[in-house]
């Protein structure tokens, strides 16, 4: 188990081109998680999948945002048209989700990828 | 909605010393309270994580306590080293059996340095 991935690392575009990252959750947890954190800030949540259903979007993720995790295993999140307000790191964080009486869980992050919109 | 504050936003402390950062949240309904250290460019760290019915963690020299009802946690790093020097970040997660949701809101974070 070598933990949460994230791909690519770092991301430099122009602005008004689309972007997509890839996130690899631990093998087995069936929660993913995405966040976005800028300068000096604490991550701010965006989405949340059990498995490979949607169970919850953060107002932060316009309609230029979409996150797809087609078969309960990795995590894409495309950006369209990128702003420069856009630039910030994207971090994925996956949890393992069994209920078992525990509804919730440790989350456990990726090493993020670093978007620059020019 | 739940709102994380951190105190002090950034420390300095020479090496050896014993510290404690400061951790308040809004909403006292809440699954539980996790501490991650951040490192410069880099992803985050899990430290310690309370569950709501906990008063603190342990994990070699950090201690992290929460009182759920005055929506107050801190975070004890004894014995400082120029190593622990990173940005330490406040996490609550919401009970969702109170209508809360998965998603983990998130504080400031204090930027740490330790001098040698």
């Known amino acids: 188990d070598t933990g949460v991935s994230q791909d690519p690392r770092h991301k430099i575009t122009k602005r008004g081109q689309n972007v997509t990252f890839r996130c690899d959750p631990i093998?087995?947890?069936?929660?993913l998680y995405w966040y976005r954190q800028t300068l000096g800030q604490g991550p701010e949540f965006l989405t949340y999948f059990q498995n490979e259903a949607q169970l919850e979007k953060s107002r932060l993720l316009s309609d230029r945002f979409s996150a797809e995790r087609p078969k309960g295993s990795f995590s894409t999140l495309e950006i369209q048209r990128t702003e420069q307000g856009d630039s910030a790191m994207y971090l994925c964080?996956?949890?393992?989700?069994?209920?078992?009486?525990?509804?919730?869980?440790?989350?456990?992050f990726g090493p993020g990828t670093r978007l620059l919109v020019l | 909605k739940q709102e994380v504050t951190q105190i002090p936003a950034a420390l300095s402390v020479p090496e050896g010393e014993n510290l404690v950062l400061n951790c308040s949240f809004t909403d006292s309904a809440i699954y539980n309270l996790q501490w991650f250290r951040q490192d410069p460019g880099k992803g985050l760290t899990s430290l310690l994580l309370i569950q709501s019915s906990q008063r603190e963690q342990t994990s070699g020299r950090l201690n992290a306590s929460l009182d759920k009802s005055s929506g107050r946690s801190t975070l004890y790093i004894a014995a400082s080293q120029p190593g622990d020097s990173a940005t330490y970040l406040c996490?609550?997660?919401?009970?969702?059996?109170?209508?809360?949701?998965?998603?983990?809101?998130f504080g400031k974070g204090t930027k740490l340095t330790v001098n040698p």
């Open positions: 093998s087995e947890h069936n929660r």
């Open positions: 996490a609550v997660s919401e009970d969702i059996t109170q209508g809360g949701s998965e998603k983990l809101v």
């Open positions: 964080a996956s949890s393992l989700g069994v209920t078992s009486g525990r509804l919730q869980e440790t989350q456990y």
